[in-house]
């Protein structure tokens, strides 16, 4: 609380020096007074505040004045009024200027304490999300530093290069963007690599390959490609995403070597010294193994034995499985791979190694069969690139933002005074129904992270809505229901996958499967499936659950309900899954208890 700061604007020098006793005991001391409305504008206009308490009654300037000129300036200001609000108007039109909390005259400490507490934690948790967004910028800048990075439009403009895009290309950004990305392509590139490459990702999947691109200059340059189709909430395709690493060296290295030993003039002498120095040249730069037929190690580099934190012998005899982490084991990799090298076939894997130390490390790895004259593969050479650092910061970008989505679904539910229990509850409940209805494992787990995020739209919603006490009015209620078109405006841009499956979630989380439900009154499947699945979880919880307004449903009326509005309200396929494995949910509740 010490980092909090505050502007306090009274004419009343008694309260003010009241409230001076009051935050000498909150440990906080950057605080500033203003007598009048006009002062702390002026203050306003050339610092910055967490939070300001204001009078409404004051000479020159009154407290709604204030505050809807700092609305003009930084429209996010956290307002707390200390007043006595005589009339109803007063009320209403504070809660159209978004006051936070109200504190009556004469102050109450304990009230005065629990407000600023509960204020400090929101702009903690605010500073503390800020923090990890500018994060994720840092991560994103790290990963545009380290690789090649183009977008176009869905027909294959370009709308941003990378500096590294450009580096290796040749071309400036103004060259290149607005152009068709067909600039850069060389045009030995089989067209049929183009065809498949359009074919794949027109259908909403990623394209991985090699591709040769020309140099401005005349030159050429070959990238191993990841192209990906970037889905906009309306599941329509925004944009297209290039990622490239430059492989250009290594690819000349194969291209030469087999050109020479191919040009049957070279004497056998000169062959093996040419071979020699192109070895060594992949020595200094690749990490390389050599196995035979069986799998079993004849040769490492020293850039091997660096990554691995072997030495060569041993590695000697060792079988090249063995390195592997266990998943690819119980995946079977090894032996599929097995199968295809003795058909002659290259193969291109992304493996997850184990080192001496038992640390992992990852290596995007291209295995050759090498053949006798007769067409008959002798041994296998392994070439490697090591993306451990990649990866693992990619790791740490996706752990970002689920650390960031449960981070800003449990502000909303602390400002409706529900507990951080709440959301982990919802995320469990969600991912087991999703599984239960036989979604992938990896969709299953993106709706457990973007399920707490159900309710964020809530933080627009005035407290003295939000955590009333009673029976919302009709006016109440329609302010209440804007929350689900909150969330969704708040999330909708993001191309990112949880937060992209959390703004469905937000939005229809409240649509009913007999299509009486809002905002936008959908019916059936037309509501997204992580919108129905977050609709029961969601409401099973919050029945069991103690709020402001009831006090908790007892399991046989929860499941009364359930039955009558299976079909109405939800999605009876789910429903029926919810109920036929209702013990796995009890444990889940058990589990994480408030």
Same mark, same amino acid.
């Given at each position: 609380?010490?980092?909090?700061?505050?502007?306090y604007v009274e004419d009343e020098q008694s309260i003010v020096s009241f409230a001076k006793i009051l935050f000498k005991k909150s440990n906080i001391?950057?605080?500033?007074?203003?007598?009048?409305?006009?002062?702390?504008?002026?203050?306003?206009?050339?610092?910055?505040?967490?939070?300001?308490?204001?009078?409404?009654?004051?000479?020159?300037?009154?407290?709604?004045?204030?505050?809807?000129?700092?609305?003009?300036?930084?429209?996010?200001?956290?307002?707390?009024?200390?007043?006595?609000?005589?009339?109803?108007?007063?009320?209403?039109?504070?809660?159209?200027?978004?006051?936070?909390?109200?504190?009556?005259?004469?102050?109450?400490?304990?009230?005065?304490?629990?407000?600023?507490?509960?204020?400090?934690?929101?702009?903690?948790?605010?500073?503390?999300?800020?923090?990890?967004?500018?994060?994720?910028?840092?991560?994103?800048?790290?990963?545009?530093?380290?690789?090649?990075?183009?977008?176009?439009?869905?027909?294959?403009?370009?709308?941003?290069?990378?500096?590294?895009?450009?580096?290796?290309?040749?071309?400036?950004?103004?060259?290149?963007?607005?152009?068709?990305?067909?600039?850069?392509?060389?045009?030995?590139?089989?067209?049929?690599?183009?065809?498949?490459?359009?074919?794949?990702?027109?259908?909403?999947?990623?394209?991985?390959?090699?591709?040769?691109?020309?140099?401005?200059?005349?030159?050429?340059?070959?990238?191993?490609?990841?192209?990906?189709?970037?889905?906009?909430?309306?599941?329509?395709?925004?944009?297209?995403?290039?990622?490239?690493?430059?492989?250009?060296?290594?690819?000349?290295?194969?291209?030469?070597?087999?050109?020479?030993?191919?040009?049957?003039?070279?004497?056998?002498?000169?062959?093996?010294?040419?071979?020699?120095?192109?070895?060594?040249?992949?020595?200094?730069?690749?990490?390389?193994?050599?196995?035979?037929?069986?799998?079993?190690?004849?040769?490492?580099?020293?850039?091997?034995?660096?990554?691995?934190?072997?030495?060569?012998?041993?590695?000697?005899?060792?079988?090249?499985?063995?390195?592997?982490?266990?998943?690819?084991?119980?995946?079977?990799?090894?032996?599929?791979?097995?199968?295809?090298?003795?058909?002659?076939?290259?193969?291109?894997?992304?493996?997850?190694?184990?080192?001496?130390?038992?640390?992992?490390? #990852? $290596?995007?790895?291209?295995? =050759?069969?090498?053949?006798?004259?007769?067409? *008959?593969? &002798?041994?296998?050479?392994?070439? @490697? +690139?090591?993306?451990?650092?990649?990866?693992?910061?990619?790791?740490?970008?996706?752990?970002?933002?689920?650390?960031?989505?449960?981070?800003?679904?449990?502000?909303?539910?602390?400002?409706?005074?529900?507990?951080?229990?709440?959301?982990?509850?919802?995320?469990?409940?969600? #991912? $087991?129904?999703?599984?239960? =209805?036989?979604?992938?494992?990896?969709?299953? *787990?993106? &709706?457990?992270?973007?399920?707490? @995020? +159900?309710?964020?739209?809530?933080?627009?919603?005035?407290?003295?809505?939000?955590?009333?006490?009673?029976?919302?009015?009709?006016?109440?209620?329609?302010?209440?229901?804007?929350?689900?078109?909150?969330?969704?405006?708040?999330?909708?841009?993001?191309?990112?996958?949880?937060?992209?499956?959390?703004?469905?979630?937000?939005?229809?989380?409240?649509?009913?499967?007999?299509?009486?439900?809002?905002?936008?009154?959908?019916?059936?499947?037309?509501?997204?499936?992580?919108?129905?699945?977050?609709?029961?979880?969601?409401?099973?919880?919050?029945?069991?659950?103690?709020?402001?307004?009831?006090?908790?449903?007892?399991?046989?009326?929860?499941?009364?309900?359930?039955?009558?509005?299976?079909?109405?309200?939800?999605?009876?396929?789910?429903?029926?899954?919810?109920?036929?494995?209702?013990?796995?949910?009890?444990?889940?509740?058990?589990?994480?208890?408030?």
């Open positions: 609380m010490e980092d909090i700061s505050i502007l001391s950057n605080i500033t007074y203003a007598s009048n409305g006009q002062e702390a504008l002026k203050l306003y206009s050339k610092n910055r505040y967490d939070i300001i308490f204001t009078d409404m009654m004051m000479p020159i300037m009154d407290g709604f004045t204030l505050i809807e000129k700092i609305r003009e300036i930084d429209d996010r200001q956290i307002f707390i009024m200390v007043t006595g609000l005589e009339n109803k108007d007063d009320l209403i039109r504070a809660i159209e200027l978004r006051v936070a909390h109200f504190i009556e005259k004469p102050i109450n400490p304990k009230k005065f304490y629990t407000i600023l507490e509960h204020s400090c934690r929101i702009i903690n948790e605010k500073k503390e999300l800020e923090l990890s967004n500018k994060l994720l910028e840092q991560y994103k800048q790290a990963i545009d530093d380290t690789t090649i990075v183009s977008k176009t439009t869905p027909q294959g403009i370009i709308t941003y290069v990378n500096e590294q895009f450009c580096k290796i290309s040749g071309y400036t950004k103004e060259e290149l963007i607005g152009k068709p990305h067909s600039l850069v392509r060389d045009p030995s590139t089989e067209k049929s690599t183009f065809k498949d490459m359009w074919s794949t990702i027109q259908k909403k999947q990623t394209w991985r390959g090699k591709i040769k691109n020309k140099i401005k200059d005349g030159g050429f340059y070959i990238v191993e490609a990841v192209i990906i189709p970037i889905i906009d909430a309306n599941n329509r395709i925004i944009e297209y995403m290039g990622i490239r690493h430059d492989i250009t060296e290594l690819e000349k290295y194969k291209e030469i070597l087999q050109c020479e030993l191919d040009d049957t003039s070279k004497t056998l002498k000169e062959n093996l010294n040419l071979s020699q120095q192109y070895e060594d040249g992949m020595n200094r730069s690749t990490a390389i193994l050599r196995t035979d037929t069986n799998n079993i190690i004849t040769f490492a580099n020293d850039e091997f034995c660096k990554i691995s934190g072997f030495d060569l012998d041993e590695l000697i005899g060792k079988n090249c499985s063995s390195l592997r982490d266990k998943k690819h084991i119980a995946q079977q990799d090894c032996k599929n791979m097995q199968t295809k090298l003795k058909k002659n076939e290259v193969i291109s894997i992304t493996f997850k190694n184990i080192s001496k130390s038992g640390k992992p490390y #990852y $290596t995007n790895t291209i295995v =050759y069969p090498i053949v006798n004259l007769n067409g *008959e593969t &002798i041994e296998h050479l392994h070439l @490697m +690139h090591d993306i451990t650092e990649i990866l693992e910061l990619s790791q740490e970008i996706e752990d970002t933002q689920k650390e960031v989505v449960f981070t800003m679904g449990a502000i909303g539910e602390t400002r409706s005074k529900e507990t951080g229990n709440h959301v982990k509850r919802v995320a469990e409940y969600s #991912y $087991t129904l999703a599984k239960l =209805y036989g979604l992938s494992d990896e969709e299953s *787990e993106l &709706i457990k992270m973007a399920s707490p @995020m +159900h309710d964020i739209g809530k933080v627009g919603i005035p407290d003295s809505i939000l955590n009333k006490p009673a029976r919302l009015t009709k006016d109440e209620f329609e302010i209440m229901k804007t929350h689900s078109s909150i969330g969704y405006e708040m999330l909708k841009g993001s191309s990112r996958p949880i937060l992209k499956a959390s703004s469905h979630i937000a939005l229809e989380h409240h649509e009913r499967w007999d299509g009486k439900g809002y905002p936008n009154g959908l019916s059936g499947e037309e509501i997204h499936i992580y919108g129905r699945i977050t609709a029961i979880c969601d409401v099973f919880d919050a029945l069991g659950s103690d709020r402001c307004y009831k006090k908790a449903w007892d399991l046989e009326k929860i499941l009364k309900l359930f039955n009558v509005e299976s079909g109405q309200q939800f999605d009876p396929n789910l429903m029926n899954l919810f109920l036929e494995n209702l013990d796995i949910f009890l444990e889940i509740q058990d589990k994480y208890v408030d």
